[in-house]
């Protein structure tokens, strides 16, 4: 079994910035694909980027050259560095955690959630 905790949401003005982090414990962190998703009220999740345990990295479109997905495995961690956020980028965001290895932008591929952080971006 696999624990997912996220770090590092709250509020912040348009233009500002937040870095979230989701570590995992229970079992090799190594073998797993990691995934941020979002989902805003009234809306549907959707992918953010994804750090697989290949090393490969992916970004939806929206978010690319904002944000920054990062992984330390002797820590455990994966980080999503948040810049220049906007107010559209205000959801309820969460780490996923599977083994892939295809469909990785799709959140039913993912065995294992945190509890998920909010993130509110002021306009």
């Known amino acids: 079994q696999v624990q997912l905790v996220e770090f590092g949401g709250g509020l912040v003005q348009a233009g500002g910035s937040l870095r979230l982090s989701c570590t995992a414990s229970?079992?090799?962190?190594?073998?797993?694909?990691i995934a941020w998703f979002r989902q805003a009220p009234g809306k549907e999740r959707e992918f953010v980027a994804y750090?697989?345990?290949?090393?490969?990295?992916l970004y939806e479109n929206a978010v690319k050259g904002r944000f920054t997905i990062s992984r330390d495995n002797d820590k455990n961690t994966v980080y999503l560095q948040m810049n220049s956020l906007k107010p559209e980028d205000t959801a309820v965001y969460s780490c996923?955690?599977?083994?892939?290895?295809?469909?990785?932008?799709?959140?039913?591929?993912?065995?294992?959630w945190g509890q998920g952080t909010q993130v509110t971006v002021a306009s």
């Open positions: 750090f697989s345990s290949g090393r490969t990295i």
């Open positions: 229970g079992r090799s962190f190594r073998t797993l694909t």
């Open positions: 996923a955690g599977g083994q892939g290895p295809f469909a990785l932008t799709v959140a039913e591929t993912y065995t294992y």
